[in-house]
Structures are given as structure tokens and as C-alpha cells.
């Protein structure tokens, strides 16, 4: 009964100390399940998220305040 315990006292204290190796184990395996409409609802999200960005950049002086690389970039996102 002593063995147990004591076999049992160290499972737990493993546990604890290796507690976020197995939380983060655990958590990967549900990203591998995300639909094609997910993954495609969070890039949509990323570059609306980026044009906004690249939108509030050019402030009150318009297109003036991007530069040459903002610019390229605001172009590729509005195409898509």
C-alpha cells in the first residue's frame, strides 16, 4: 500500500513540474482540426486586420504618408 502511494505522490509531482509540456501537447492537437472555412475566415480576418493597418497609416495626408513597400502591399491586399 506504501508503494502505491509513494509510486502515486511522484506521478502527481511529475505531473506538476512537466504541467505545461502536457497542456501544450494537448492544446497543438486541436489546431490540427480547424475546417477549410476557418482557415480561410482567419487569413480574410489577418489582411482585413493589415488594410486597416496600412488605412489608419496614411492618417489625415492621404497616400503621401505610406511608403513605396506599404504601398505595394496595400495594393496587393486590395486585389485579393
Avoid: H
Amino acid at each position: 500500500m506504501t508503494i502505491v502511494s509513494i509510486i502515486l505522490i511522484i506521478i502527481v509531482i511529475f505531473a506538476f513540474v512537466f504541467r505545461k509540456k502536457i497542456t501544450s501537447t494537448v492544446s497543438s492537437q486541436e489546431e490540427k482540426y480547424i475546417s477549410i472555412d476557418d482557415r480561410f475566415n482567419e487569413r480574410k480576418r489577418e489582411r482585413e486586420k493589415e488594410i486597416d493597418q496600412l488605412l489608419s497609416k496614411m492618417g489625415k495626408n492621404g497616400i503621401d504618408d505610406l511608403s513605396s513597400k506599404d504601398r505595394k502591399r496595400l495594393e496587393e491586399l486590395s486585389k485579393n
